[in-house]
């Protein structure tokens, strides 16, 4: 009895030590992909035809260097934004502009010259899905003229990733539905 006991207690410590490992992995790709959209993002603020685009509003030169950028880079939306929020161009739909996100606490943030990122989950047709978004403020010197923000989307390919580089099984949820294994 007192053999089968510790037995037991070992499987179960090693189980929850593995267990601790994997969530780190996961949470250490999640940080990584907001690194790197808030990278994106900053690719795209930094950019001298985006600043002045922005300045004159020239929604035709936004739209192309959005939707370029969204082909090339493989991100699920890419949005530019004026210094009060409204959208001066988006690469995923080109004719939808003139709406304001300046309730978007991310948006928020950029406008005040702080970039950030976060995860969000949004109702989808079958399961919620999950996004990694990042914002960063487009300067013009040092007066803050607008605002990139940039989203990805954390889908089956993401996880098969995860699996194909770690062999872990894991599972993305929304709230509490799965999103993505």
Do not use: C, H, W
């Not at 260097?65 to 699920?76: C, G, H, R």
């Amino acid at each position: 009895v007192s053999f089968t006991g510790l037995l037991v207690k070992n499987m179960q410590d090693e189980a929850l030590r593995q267990l601790e490992t994997d969530v780190n992995v996961l949470q250490y790709t999640l940080e990584s992909k907001k690194a790197e959209s808030i990278s994106d993002a900053q690719v795209i603020a930094q950019n001298t035809q985006v600043i002045a685009a922005v300045g004159d509003k020239s929604r035709k030169i936004l739209s192309d260097v959005a939707q370029e950028f969204l082909l090339t880079k493989k991100v699920s939306n890419v949005i530019i934004l004026g210094e009060s929020g409204q959208v001066l161009a988006r690469g995923e739909d080109r004719d939808r502009v003139g709406d304001s996100l300046s309730d978007d606490p991310l948006v928020k943030r950029a406008l005040l010259g702080e970039t950030g990122a976060s995860i969000i989950s949004r109702d989808g047709v079958t399961a919620p899905g999950i996004f990694v978004r990042a914002a960063t403020p487009i300067k013009d010197g040092t007066a803050i003229v607008g605002a990139v923000l940039t989203g990805t989307a954390i889908d089956a390919a993401y996880v098969d990733g995860i699996k194909a580089a770690t062999g872990l099984e894991s599972s993305i949820y929304g709230d509490a539905i799965v999103s993505a294994t």
